[in-house]
């Protein structure tokens, strides 16, 4: 082999090594991409998953409440009544005025005792975030709120309906009633305004603010004023949460629920 072959054999090997060097960092890129693709959906399904799982937790709650509820009802409470009337029996065919005094005495414990269960019956079996719309549920807490007097709360939106289902509802109003409790607890605030709109981008936005102290974010603990709270349940149905704050600026709360693409 001449010296010049020999020239163009080790050109030829160069060339060949760098491609075949080449191709495997192309392989190794494409090979890190896709498993970075991979994990990314990974994580996405595990956050899908987490979201599906609260959620379910909720509606089974909701429905294990009523179901304790209609047991309260349909099977201690008909039995306490069946005693009551019983009482009442003994109390009208007693003669002897010191035990009727106990007689009666036993009869007030056990309505008393009937009235409390019916009570935690209603709470329980209580239906009223299924039933009525988000803006009703807000307004009756608004109301509820301005009746007290310790602060004015007014709510505003650009709707005349928005449908939603019961997890979203529930998220919206116990977010909405954990920042109203908060900021008349410890904001000092005057007034409380409430907004929830709906548009091209958004199913719904949520925005709450107060004209109260504020707070300096970074002195507040994990568990502080609710904050927690707030954060899980937003991130039930994937919505986006911020709050800022300032001292002597008062408090916002923005959370966003994106419209799927």
Same mark, same amino acid.
């Given at each position: ?5 020999? %020239?163009?054999?080790?050109? %030829? $090997?160069? *060339?060949?090594? &760098?491609?075949? &060097?080449?191709?495997?960092? &192309? ?25 599906? %799982? ?19 009802? !349909? ?14 029996? #003994? #109390?009208?065919? =007693? /003669? ?5 005094? +106990? ?7 056990? =309505? ?13 079996? !209580? !239906? ?6 988000? &803006?009703? #549920? ?9 009746? $007290? ?13 928005? !449908?939603?289902? $019961? ?7 116990? *977010? ?17 305004? *409430?907004? %929830? ?17 504020? $707070? ?12 927690? =709270?707030? /954060?899980? +349940? ?24 994106? +419209?799927?693409?």
């Amino acid at each position: 082999m001449g010296k010049t072959e020999l %020239l163009v054999t080790i050109i %030829l $090997f160069n *060339i060949f090594f &760098v491609l075949f &060097v080449a191709a495997i960092m &192309v392989y190794i890129r494409k090979y890190k991409q896709r498993k970075k693709e991979y994990l990314n959906e990974i994580e996405v399904k595990n956050e899908i998953h987490k979201r599906e %799982l609260l959620a379910t937790q909720l509606e089974i709650q909701q429905a294990t409440m009523q179901q304790i509820g209609r047991e309260l009802h !349909d099977n201690i409470g008909q039995k306490l009544t069946l005693v009551s009337l019983y009482t009442q029996q #003994l #109390l009208y065919e =007693n /003669k002897v005025p010191e035990v009727s005094e +106990r007689i009666e005495q036993v009869s007030q414990i056990i =309505n008393q005792s009937l009235h409390d269960l019916r009570s935690l019956s209603k709470t329980l079996t !209580d !239906d009223n975030i299924n039933q009525k719309e988000i &803006v009703t #549920l807000i307004q009756e807490e608004v109301d509820n709120t301005n009746a $007290f007097k310790k602060c004015k709360v007014s709510f505003e939106h650009n709707f005349k309906q928005l !449908d939603l289902g $019961f997890v979203h509802k529930n998220v919206l109003l116990r *977010i909405t009633q954990e920042f109203i409790q908060n900021s008349i607890k410890h904001a000092n605030c005057k007034n409380i305004f *409430i907004n %929830l709109n709906t548009s091209e981008e958004s199913l719904w936005e949520l925005n709450i603010k107060d004209d109260g102290v504020g $707070f300096d974010k970074s002195n507040i603990k994990s568990n502080g004023i609710g904050l927690t =709270n707030m /954060k899980n +349940r937003a991130e039930i149905i994937g919505a986006n949460f911020s709050l800022e704050s300032q001292e002597n600026m008062g408090t916002t709360l923005n959370i966003i629920l994106k +419209r799927q693409p």
